[in-house]
């Protein structure tokens, strides 16, 4: 099954990049050119079959990993046994494939990056990029930027994340106790990714959630990231005190072996730290930062995340997981917004992201939450000085927090500005925050919405050809090409029914004008006019020998 494009004008084509193909939104336009657009939507599959291991053949090639009898090999084994308790779900169906794992060294692409290596993921990452390669492997190399690659993920299409590159976005999918079975949830996956979400994470609580992730990584050509907190607690029925490092740790194998290519572990929840979140309006909103700081005191004892931080370096290594150090004591309200607890954690995962490149394991640090917009750039300075360098990787932020409802809004207007200052990766907000678990349109409309802020931060970044994609939209919008501003749109169904609304004719879409101003009051036509009678005007000061007029943009057509 191939995806449904979003418009007849796009095609997903593979581009040669020094060699490399890579995939590419074509979006052809009515006056012969087409403008290609970075393409996240992998090539379709069949959800009960999977994709194509686009990564195997690179894996095997390097050598350095082999595949092993592991627990993943019963889908049903989600470690309390979901199934055989009278778990629902259907068992995967499609072929499996004995995990794999370092047999030596560490396996991870920050590893071959700082040994001078180049791998295909970094070539694939770069070509899609459209940058050169060497400046993919000297960031990963520096811990400036990761791609999120896990051996046990071979379907996955390689990016990178860095402030280097585009700014990617995040979207999370997954069930909840109360609602959503599988096709739903692979479904999800396959519509975020359609309307552009760079990486997926899935969130699911409740029963089977092992027999829904191997649905979703089989299926999923963007990386997919996990909390396993969140399973590792169903394993222990929902106790948080009953929770252990070896229930954790056996947690992360499992996920590893499943091919979840990045985890976020709120190690940076410190004993000590707790208390400082007493007077904060919101308290901790982090479910995972609520969970270990509820096992800290209820126990008395230092995170266990925390104190087992090497040996779980040493499993990430060992199949190229990434980490997203979690802030589990991210601000939940404006008023805690850069409050001591949030930056007492932002040190602690400084210290923890050294820790983790001396095993050569590729981190992103996680970002608040709810941040006024005159502490966004703050947030910023601190995580990029304490982390040293480090992706950073935000949820929003919500610039205020009076608009339920609105808040992929409220949180937009954050992210767009904390991307400008160099943040790699947004993780969206749906208009359902703090209201309930968002649907189909919610996602597409927290996925459209974040695409935007991640856009706008490139453009106001400068970074390379981001504004061509404006250039070629306002192109489109001034010569009264209704057609190929929808199909440049990042929501072409939206922007042509609300245009079709009032002017449904053929016939309106080469009109120069629509119904927002009617024929005679439009000014991209008057405009036009203008331009036009400038034109004659300096034709006629040329003829009287004046040269006055110089119409810069009449270069093309020049003045006989
Ligand atoms: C991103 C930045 N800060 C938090 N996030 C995302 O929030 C994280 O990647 C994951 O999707 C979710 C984790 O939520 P809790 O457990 O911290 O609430
Ligand atoms: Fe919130």
Redesign the pocket.
């Known amino acids: 099954m191939t995806q449904q494009p979003v418009h007849p004008a796009h095609s997903r084509v593979l581009v040669d990049h020094d060699g490399v193909q890579v995939p590419v939104t074509r979006v052809a336009l009515t006056n012969g050119e087409s403008f290609d657009r970075y393409c996240t939507t992998g090539p379709g599959s069949d959800p009960a079959v999977g994709l194509p291991a686009l990564r195997e053949p690179w894996v095997e090639a390097r050598g350095d990993s082999a595949a092993y009898d592991g627990r993943s090999a019963d889908p049903l084994d989600d470690g309390r046994g979901a199934a055989r308790r009278g778990g629902t779900r259907q068992a995967w169906t499609g072929p499996r494939r004995a995990p794999r794992r370092a047999t030596g060294a560490a396996v991870t692409q920050m590893a071959y990056a700082r040994r001078g290596v180049v791998t295909e993921e970094m070539r694939y990452a770069a070509a899609r990029e459209g940058c050169d390669v060497e400046l993919v492997r000297s960031e990963v190399a520096a811990g400036r930027a990761i791609i999120p690659a896990n051996l046990n993920h071979p379907e996955a299409e390689p990016m990178v994340i860095g402030r280097r590159f585009l700014v990617k976005i ?1 979207a ?1 999918i997954g069930n909840s106790a109360v609602t959503s079975s599988i096709d739903e949830e692979v479904e999800k996956l396959t519509w975020a990714t359609t309307w552009g979400a760079d990486t997926v ?1 899935d ?1 699911s609580t409740g029963d089977d959630i092992h027999t829904t992730r191997e649905w979703i990584l089989r299926n999923s050509a963007v990386p997919i ?1 996990t ?1 396993p907190i969140y399973q590792a607690l169903e394993k222990v029925d929902g106790e948080a005190d009953r929770l252990t490092w070896e229930v954790y740790r056996d947690t992360v194998v499992e996920q590893a072996e499943q091919g979840v290519d990045y985890m ?1 572990v ?1 190690a940076g929840v410190l004993l000590r730290h707790v208390p400082l979140t007493v007077d904060r309006v919101t308290g901790i ?5 609520s969970i270990m700081a509820g096992w800290c005191l209820a126990h008395h004892e230092e995170n266990f995340l925390y104190t087992h931080f090497d040996e779980l370096c040493e499993i990430f290594a060992a199949y190229d997981v990434a980490f ?1 150090l ?3 004591l ?1 601000p939940g309200s404006v008023a805690d917004a850069n409050d001591e607890a949030q930056l007492a954690e932002l040190r602690t995962l400084g210290e923890l992201t050294l820790r983790a490149w001396e095993h050569d394991v590729q981190v992103m640090v ?4 709810h941040v006024p917009l005159h502490l966004v750039e703050e947030n910023v300075a601190l995580q990029q000085d304490w982390c040293h360098g480090a992706p950073f ?3 929003g932020p919500l610039a205020t927090d009076v608009a339920p409802g609105y808040d992929h809004i409220t949180s937009a207007i954050g992210a767009a500005a904390i991307a400008m200052h160099g943040t790699a990766m947004l ?1 969206y907000v749906t208009p359902k925050e703090h209201l309930g678990l968002p649907d189909r349109d919610d996602v597409k409309t927290g996925v459209i919405t974040y695409k935007l802020a991640a856009h706008a931060a490139d453009v106001a970044k400068g970074h390379p050809g981001a504004r061509a994609w404006d250039d070629a939209l306002s192109r489109a919008r001034f010569e009264f090409r209704w057609h190929d501003q929808f199909a440049l749109s990042l929501d072409p169904p939206t922007a042509q029914s609300m245009h079709d609304e009032t002017l449904p004719a053929e016939a309106a879409k080469t009109a120069h004008f629509c119904s927002m101003c009617g024929p005679k009051f439009c000014s991209m036509r008057i405009s036009q006019d203008v331009r036009e009678r400038f034109r004659e005007k300096s034709r006629e000061f040329v003829e009287l020998g004046a040269s006055v007029y110089v119409d810069p943009s009449a270069a093309a057509t020049p003045v006989r």
Request: charged content about 15%; glycine content about 26%; overall charge neutral.
């Open positions: 995040n999370n994470m969130l990231g909390v976020t709120h909103v982090s479910r995972g930062g997203s979690g802030d589990g991210r996680e970002g608040p939450g990787y935000t949820l993780c």
